[in-house]
Structure formats: C-alpha cells, structure tokens
C-alpha cells in the first residue's frame, strides 16, 4: 500500500524517525481539501510513540476534509542546512502516514490536551497547565492520527558522515 523508498542508504532507521517526531514542534498536516485540492497546514502536535495530536478550533476546512477523508499525511522537517558551495541542502526529515480521528468530549480528548500543554509548556506548575486547559476546553477541538506507516530521509552527504565517524 504504501511506496518503498527509492533511496534506501538515506532512509532513516524507525528509531530516529521516532527521536525526529518527539524533538520537533511543527510540522505540515496534508489532507484530502475541498474539490479534491490537497490541503496542508502547518501545526504544533505532539507525539506518544504511537500517535499525534493536535489542536485546534471546532470548526474549520481542516475539520471538514477530516469528516471528508480520514486519511492524511504529517511531515516533520528536522534539518535543512543549505549548502551553497554544493547546490545542495543537507535534510533530514520524517513523513507519517495514517488516519485522523476527532476527539469526542471525555477521557481521550483531555488525555491529548494534558500531553500537548505538558509538550509546550513543561515548566508550568501542573495546577496553572490543569487552570488554563479547563479555561479553554469548552471551546477546543483535539484530532489524534494514527500512525500506519512512518518513512524517514536524510541527505547523502549526512548518510557519507556518519559513516566516516
């Protein structure tokens, strides 16, 4: 179902692509959007080793494409080091595929919010985090994606270097 990569020296191990998706703080959600344009969003997430979650309002076109079609894909840039002497960029980047599910009122919902606020905001006191998700939790919409396959690519020259250490 999913494609093999063409360039399998440069593909990452599942535990680097693991370490790229906990270290980052945004990525590009792409969804299916209206009259069959592909639709990709930028956002913050968070990831738990099996899953991502993001936030969001309770109504929107990232809403409407996911009630549409659940399937998305999410990808994260880790590296993007322009080489300019080479023409090149030396990247490292991880691209999840699955499906999207909206996150309904109860225990499931509130568990995604408590990892992103834990996520963005680690220094606050757990009491502040728990006040300002009950502030907000009335008017937040969570989405989780289920992660069905995970590929991850960096650059030749940085496949080359690891090599050489």
Known sequence: MFRKLRRIRQALSTSDCAAILKKGTSGVLTLSGDDGYPYAVPLSYVYDGS???FHGAKAGHKLDAIRRDCRASFCVIDQDQIIPEKYTTYFRSVIVFGR???????TEKRAAIEKLAARYS????EAARQSEIDREYSRLCMMALSIEHMTGKQAIELVRDQGEK
Request: glycine share 8%.
């Open 100 to 106: 999207m599910r909206i996150l309904e009122e109860g």
């Open 122 to 125: 680690p220094d606050e006191d």
């Open 51 to 53: 899953a991502l979650y």
